[in-house]
């Protein structure tokens, strides 16, 4: 599915110059369930950016799907964004001024679906992430963990077989979060591929596998499950 | 997708009403001064009568002071004298000519009740009609013979003839104009041609006039004169005999010269008449006789004022500050939704599809600015004629052209404005905006 081979990003400002990845090499399977941790500035949102082709990388190659991003123009990449990637970010993310189906609308308009679709995936994903009754809701008028929920069901409408979660739990109360991760494990069973970023060990734990990052490389690849080292207090 | 875009760009209006306010405001302020200066130059320079006016010509003959032009750039008089008018129209050398005066009449009405008013009038010749393409509702003009025979005719406008037979058919009909009596024999339809260019003397956009009668009637009644009468020199004795034999100017000439040969012609025929005068002592100058078709008489006669047209650059010039204020006012606002652009992109939206959406935005507050631009471009020709009064009565009409002109410039001005905003904020780099939050 995903196929990294000595990705390097480098931010150059007047100053300095920062090494956000270098020379990354990750693999992920199709279907699989990966969980990105490591230290903040460590560059796992970076990694999901350019995963998610809203980034370009200085060296190195990228497979996705088989197919070498590197080549592709802006209208290519935003059209793999638009089917075949979900994004879930760090924070909600919701357009203030949309009302809550408008919001998981924006993808569906962008995917040129006739109006019955885009109204029949809408009220689907909104049934599913228990939000039914909240179509004409601002996302203002929708509480943190609510508003998280839009998130994910705008990430869910299009049906991606790749989504890339930063922190989707991060700023939720632990009871809400397991709601949100109960969701992301669904989309998995049904086939996903997932890389989720977290903090939270316990949520790194119900993945297949974890990647660890440092300093913009890739430091430990660990099985996930029960009894694995970072359960047992791996600095983070 | 149009109409998705054109929703988005309503609830952005709505949710940025002061900025979006300030940004109509600010189009609508260009678009109604530019238009407004516009509207009045467009008027001023429109051909009058498009089917004829390369074949009428306003006739000069240069019977001025030998010792002082008319004009300081040597061109001669714009009317004639009145001698020199009846034997233009006796030799009858162009197709179709008239010589002619504006006049001023007393209507009495039959009715007892009613009181005599004032109305504005114009002498011409039978060929008046058939030149200047009248629009008739009733009757015709009068012939060639009512001319000779000096009979009272008279031609009404539709307003008059709605005014004294309240708009039924009045040809045969008698009217008493000052103290004499009229055979009604023609009803025009509404006519204003703008400018009013058979005679730009008082006002090139008055009115049309309300009765035409026979020119042959200036003398034979002592009709008066309503219009500019110049002399280089004092009249010759007294009255009004006198006054016709005079070297004053006070009559306007036309003639149809329906191509080149007969402009020639006209053009030698008119040499032929100032020489043989030159040997009778009158016209002193060099010979200086010239015919001018109807837009080079307009130009001729400064109908489009220097002003306007002074104006014109200054108003374009307006517009180009209001339009840079709204590129400014665009930038903060595209600029703004930095967050939501990098969204749309990570959700998939290509740059195109952005561009299209925020020039669509661009183009909503072109089409409130314009919409708002056009009653400000009314409200300012209302106030061009609250300050020159009647003299521009007719020039203020805003019509379909100009209103779908100023909304047309307004969109394209705003999306114009919107381009470099637009193009700043589609490039927006998605990443680092998501990653900031
Ligand atoms: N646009 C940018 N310009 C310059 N430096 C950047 C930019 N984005 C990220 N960086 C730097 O790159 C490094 C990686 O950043 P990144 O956001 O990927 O970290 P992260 O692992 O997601 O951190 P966190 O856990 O705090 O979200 C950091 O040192 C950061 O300062
Ligand atoms: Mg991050």
Redesign the interface.
Known sequence: MLSMKNVSRIYRTDVVQTHALRNLSLEVEAGEFVALVGPSGSGK??FL?IA?L??TFDDGSYQLDGRDVAGLN??DR??L???KIG?I???F?L?P??NIADNID??L???GFAARERKRRVDRVLEVVGLGGRKKHLPSQLSGGQQQRVAIA?ALA?DPGFLLADEPTGNLDSSTAAGVMELINEIHRNGATIIMVTHDLELAARAERIVRLSDGQVVLLDEGGEGSELENGAAV | ?LG?YVRLAA??IR?NAVMSLLMITAVAVGIGTCMTIVTVNYIMAKDPIPQKSEVLYAVQLDSWNPNDAFRDDGSPPDQLTYTDALALMDARSAFRQTAMVGTSLIVQPDDPDSKPFQASGRAAYADFFAMFDTPFLFGSGWDADADRRLEQVVVLSREMNDRLFGGENSVGENITLGSYDYRVVGVLDTWQPMPKFYDVTTGPFDKTEDVFVPFSLVASLQLPRNGNTNCWKPVDGDGYEAFLASECIWIQFWAELRNDAEKREYLAFLDNYVNDQKSLGRFARPLNNRVNDVNEWMDVMRVVDSNATMMLPVSIMFLTVCLLNTIGLLLAKFLGKA??IA???????????LFVQYLVESGCIGVAGGVVGVVLTWLGLRGIEALFGDLVENLVQLDLVMVTAAVVLAIVSSMAAGLYPTWRACNI???AQ??S?
């Open positions: 949102t970076t950016n998610g809203l980034e802006d209208n935003s059209r964004r638009n089917e994004f970010f760090q924070s993310n357009i001024e949309l924006v993808p308009r962008y995917r705008r299009g | 997708m998705y609830i952005s949710e967050p939501e969204l749309r992109r990570a959700l998939g939206a290509s740059k195109r599809a780099e998605p990443a998501l990653k939050q």
